[in-house]
């Protein structure tokens, strides 16, 4: 493996494992093989950080001067590759 697993990139991956019976450097001496699977399915985490989308772009936003105080001034929404603890 040369690079660290990332769920982003692929959820699972698996490889094969072969076992000798003798020496496998030496086809006469190998006596018998066995092979298996093994599956890693890789956990998730929350390693990317949310993006804002396009909503503000640049406009200003305005503040009336009456505002109250605690009064919501813009409601923006982000997202990221994430699936667990969207955060
Ligand atoms: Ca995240
Ligand atoms: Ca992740």
Redesign the pocket.
Known sequence: MVTAFDYESASSTDFFILGYAGNPLADSDVHSTAETRVEIVVKDV?????EFGSGLGDKPVVVHWDSEIGSRLILLSAT?A?QV???
């Open positions: 929350n390693d990317n950080a949310p990221d994430d603890d969207k955060t």
